[in-house]
């Protein structure tokens, strides 16, 4: 499961991962006290049989259920399993081809089943269940991740227009809202499952498509099996109108389920997908393990994406357009993500919620491993320093545990810490132990474990195995522990010793942390590395040197997870960018020159690092310029200029002119009228903002015009915000057709233009859809309330107060929470 995308809605995930730790106190500390113990094997699942139908217009899934299972070790004559929110309607022990009843108790949670006799270990039997899942009506657990119904009905009854009817499971983390299981990650099954679906519509689930049948009906029944073990959450259902556009990995099919207008488009989407297989098989040794790889796009999926085995799950986003794809295919590291988990997560499973990190932190590092393979070591370390900084920004992080034996919720370990800063923390032990090392250790561990469960020390014991060296003290710092170091470093030349010194300080107030650092001298444009240890409160190190250095650099390969304030000079820095050359050496350079724009050299490097090989440090630079210093502005504005017309990649290219529209310049006005037009939603949208800036006429004009094509991301926006009222019903209706995500994206724009609507009872229909954006959010958590829609709606009511329309002021006033009433 992806966080990556939630991170651009970081709202989202802030949210998720907040409320329960602030939802109650005496829960809050309670947790604290409660350790989260790898569940127990009484009963070992073998294979689940399901055989479902789907009822549309009631939103129910009857089933029927054979589960073969054996006890562990200890023998046993019950049975219990998880199954929420269904209706049980007969339970038996089948034997012999005939069910034979057995007595059960269910409270709407646990089915606890007392079988005909005590099993062995390892003697099998198959309980028989017929039962009818009612996700809509389940009573939700108040602080349950998208309300976990397990299994979701779309617009089943087709009243909502311009919307597919689809059904899609999400397993993670409750899949036993649909099926009766042991819902455990270190559970392991094979299955087969068969779906009575309309004939119109195709499926897709775990494993191969073995049979379809047509019935009398007019629906078909198709069978899937899975003959390879896999754990419970991974099961998965997909049914809806798709068109399916086939591609292969040597002799397995590798499927993308999109809806039909993105046909077209697919490849562009998903096309790599077989190079990424063939790729992880090479780098872990193990060749991809399943049968076949299908994608599928589902309509309101509430989180980003889940790695079903064989079978990925995307949120409907994923589908882009042609003109989105102009810029970049903004999914790809997340089709990476996912298509990594078919390893690390699926082959290999978790074998407790607290050890998450084995599946997160390696499928986030797979998204750096393949950036790196395809685009080169900038894209790959450009990532690995999001990732850094997405840890950073939450200052919570600190206190939580890489592998966590205490919380809440499950949900509770998906977070920052387990997904980036893991993604880091494999980083670093690659670089430690070095490329071969490292990849044979995944070798190791992953055929040691296939089809299994592990712990993160069993990752621990291959990695000893391969390298010879006892690497508790890394697993248990970083691992088992919490928190990053703080570095301070500093730096003295002792000329009549011919010595330079680093002093290295941890300013961390907590404990202290041993690591291994590569430390690269410079003199003359030549490099000698030194390898040394910091474990003290302050470290010094010395090295002989004739001449001062020309450069110090510490943490040479910039993989350090921490925190660092370096004490070196603007000219250090550009010398830095200029020899020591990695995309994070440059981009420290660019930080720290941007701080220094009022000094000429500083001023003259930034010009040089938007010329930058890497798009994302000639986005950088831009996004530094300081447009309001006068002396900034007029010196760059003919290398921005160049950019606006030149540069090969949109996003720099559509940042350019967003910056150039700053000047509002009149002569550049032939450059954004063409700029309109370009097939980059990114680059229309910010042109047609440019050119609001010195004709604001001619902006309204192109509105006109353009927001009668399909319009998205930045030309949305500024569509938005150049329509004037007569335009509401076309915009109010993209606005509510859009994905949750594209709706929080719109949410403020369109909050924008509703301030601009005298109409009241418009306002009031427009109003009314955010608060159902919001309401619908509130459904993951409601903490996000007040932080981010109820503030933009606050701010709408005052508009409307100061511009004396009252009725729609009050309207909107009545739409917030007491408090924040309380407030006007």
Not at 555 to 576: P, R, S
Request: aromatic letters at 12%; one cysteine or more; charged letters at 25%.
């Amino acid at each position: 499961m992806d966080m990556r995308k939630l991170i651009a809605c970081a709202f989202f995930f802030s949210s998720i991962t907040a409320y329960t730790q602030t939802n109650d106190t005496t829960k809050e500390e309670a947790w604290k006290k409660i350790y989260r113990a790898t569940p127990t094997k009484i009963n070992d699942l073998v294979h689940t049989k399901l055989d479902v139908k789907f009822d549309y217009a009631k939103a129910y899934m009857y089933g029927k259920a054979w589960i073969t299972l054996h006890p562990h070790f200890y023998a046993t004559d019950s049975l219990n399993l998880d199954a929420k929110g269904m209706n049980i309607n007969e339970v038996s022990m089948v034997k012999a081809k005939k069910n034979i009843p057995l007595k059960y108790s269910y409270d709407s949670t646990n089915l606890r089943i007392t079988l005909d006799r005590t099993y062995k270990a390892n003697e099998n039997y198959t309980v028989y269940i017929n039962y009818v899942s009612k996700p809509n009506e389940r009573k939700m657990e108040p602080n349950a991740v998208g309300g976990s119904k397990g299994l979701y009905f779309i617009n089943p009854t087709g009243e909502e227009k311009d919307k597919p009817t689809q059904i899609w499971t999400q397993g993670e983390l409750e899949n036993s809202a649909w099926f009766p299981t042991i819902y455990k990650p270190n559970q392991k099954t094979t299955d087969e499952i068969s779906m009575t679906v309309p004939a119109k519509y195709v499926t897709l689930s775990n494993g191969l498509l073995v049979n379809q049948k047509k019935n009398s009906d007019g629906t078909r029944t198709d069978t899937w099996k899975m003959d390879l073990p896999h754990a419970p959450y991974l099961f998965f259902m997909g049914v809806g109108d798709y068109e399916i556009i086939k591609d292969s990995y040597r002799d397995k099919e590798v499927s993308y389920y999109v809806e039909k207008e993105y046909a077209s488009v697919a490849r562009k989407i998903f096309g790599l997908t077989p190079e990424m297989i063939a790729f992880y098989s090479h780098i872990t040794g193990v060749d991809y393990p399943w049968q076949k790889y299908g994608q599928i796009a589902g309509r309101d999926y509430y989180i980003t994406a889940m790695e079903n085995t064989t079978a990925t799950l995307y949120g409907e986003e994923v589908q882009q357009d042609a003109r989105q794809l102009v810029d970049e295919n903004s999914w790809e590291s997340t089709i990476a993500h996912e298509l990594f988990h078919q390893w690390f997560g699926n082959l290999v499973t978790c074998e407790s919620w607290s050890n998450i990190t084995l599946n997160e932190s390696f499928a986030t590092l797979g998204s750096i491993l393949w950036a790196e393979y395809k685009y080169g070591k900038d894209a790959g370390s450009a990532l690995n320093y999001e990732n850094l900084n997405v840890y950073l920004s939450d200052s919570d992080n600190t206190s939580k545990n890489f592998v966590r034996f205490y919380y809440n919720d499950p949900v509770d370990v998906f977070d920052l810490v387990s997904y980036f800063k893991g993604a880091c923390i494999l980083n670093m032990l690659r670089n430690y132990v070095g490329d071969s090392a490292f990849f044979q250790s995944l070798n190791l561990y992953l055929t040691q474990n296939k089809f299994k469960s592990a712990e993160a020390q069993d990752l621990r014991l291959a990695f000893e195995e391969v390298t010879g060296e006892d690497l508790n003290w890394f697993w248990n710092q970083w691992y088992y522990g919490n928190g990053h170091p703080k570095l301070d470093i500093s730096y003295d030349y002792n000329a009549a010793n011919k010595t330079t010194k680093v002093f290295i300080r941890q300013t961390q107030a907590d404990k202290l942390f041993r690591l291994p650092i590569a430390i690269d001298v410079y003199e003359s444009n030549n490099k000698k590395r030194y390898k040394v240890w910091a474990e003290h409160r302050a470290d010094t190190f010395s090295f002989a040197i004739n001449v001062k250095p020309d450069l110090i650099n510490v943490d040479g390969d910039k993989i350090l997870l921490c925190e660092k304030t370096d004490h070196k000079t603007l000219d250090e820095f550009i010398y830095q960018y200029n020899v020591a050359g990695l995309y994070t050496d440059r981009m420290e350079a660019i930080e720290f020159a941007s701080n220094n724009q009022t000094d000429a050299k500083g001023l003259d490097f930034l010009k040089t690092a938007a010329k930058d090989k890497s798009q994302r440090l000639r986005l950088l630079t831009l996004d530094k310029l300081d447009i309001n210093n006068d002396t900034v502005k007029r010196s760059v504005e003919t290398l921005v200029t160049h950019l606006a017309e030149n540069d090969p990649h949109p996003l720099v290219k559509a940042r350019a002119i967003q910056f150039l529209g700053g000047y509002k310049k009149a002569e550049y006005k032939s450059l954004f009228m063409k700029a309109v037009k370009d097939s980059s939603y990114s680059i229309a949208g910010n042109a047609l903002e440019a050119l609001g800036e010195i004709d604001s006429v001619t902006a309204i004009n192109e509105a006109k015009i353009l927001s009668a094509q399909p319009a998205k991301g930045a030309l949305m926006y500024a569509l938005i915000k150049f329509s004037d009222e007569s335009k509401f019903d076309s915009l109010a209706a993209k606005f509510d057709k859009a994905s949750l995500y594209s709706k929080f994206n719109m949410f403020q724009s369109f909050s924008d233009f509703l301030g601009r609507v005298k109409n009241t009872n418009n306002v009031k229909k427009g109003v009314d859809m955010i608060v159902e954006l919001r309401d619908t959010i509130a459904q993951r958590n409601p903490l996000i309330l007040n932080p981010f829609i109820n503030g933009v709606l606050n701010k709408m009511a005052e508009k409307k107060q100061a511009a004396g329309l009252a009725e729609q002021a009050d309207y909107i006033k009545s739409k917030l929470p007491a408090k924040q009433k309380q407030k006007q």
